[in-house]
């Protein structure tokens, strides 16, 4: 059987005992998705590169360390190792990105009409801002689920694989989320409507 036909976790042993081209195969196999993932977070595309190669190096160390811990899938761990990084990223940076890319958000589609007024126009932005910065709010791993579920469309499956939780776990972290939103929004006598 050629390796690029062989389970992650089989490739995973082969590098560990010697074949280069078993992390090869992996890199190629998830490239995609990892990049994806990073990228959504990030918005910069230098940024995306060096964390995904921070993220391959780190693999890479994990690995020829005997280190690695083989529960769960080898995809669902390098998107935990991502998210760390990206978060790391944060942390020293200091401050959190606010996603204007409100044409592309499901969660504000409601807002858009193109007959609207120039008011309704002006009236349909301040609530997103309003929204966005209550979104900054919340605990970061509400936020967190809030980014990958309706700025980057991902099922609970994924977001709960990338964060490295039960599927459980994030359901309830977006059903706080949505109640702590409401709370906000009342407390505030912020309307979501014209």
Do not use: C
């Not at 190629?28 to 921070?54: M, P, R, Y």
């Not at 780190?58 to 280190?67: A, H, M, P, Q």
């Not at 694989?161 to 459980?168: M, R």
Request: glycine letters at 2%; proline letters at 2%; aromatic letters at 8%.
């Amino acid at each position: 059987m050629e390796l690029i036909q062989l389970p992650d976790a089989t490739l995973v042993q082969h590098y560990i005992k010697g074949n280069e081209q078993a992390l090869e195969i992996l890199i190629k196999k998830h490239q995609a998705k990892i990049f994806g993932f990073i990228f959504s977070k990030l918005d910069d595309v230098e940024l995306t590169n060096d964390i995904f190669q921070d993220t391959f190096i780190k693999v890479i160390n994990t690995l020829k360390s005997g280190k690695y811990n083989e529960e769960g899938k080898f995809i669902s761990w390098v998107m935990r190792i991502a998210h760390n990084l990206i978060m790391d990223h944060y942390r020293r940076e200091k401050r959190t990105v606010i996603h204007n890319d409100t044409e592309q958000t499901p969660f504000f589609s409601f807002l858009k009409d193109d007959s609207d007024t120039i008011e309704e126009l002006l009236i349909q932005n301040q609530i997103t801002e309003d929204l966005q910065h209550l979104i900054l709010e919340l605990p970061q791993d509400q936020q967190e689920v809030i980014r990958m579920r309706l700025y980057q469309d991902l099922s609970f499956k994924e977001i709960a694989e990338a964060t490295d939780v039960s599927i459980n776990t994030a359901l309830g972290r977006m059903r706080y989320a949505i109640i702590n939103l409401r709370r906000m929004l009342d407390k505030k006598q912020i309307s979501l409507s014209l």
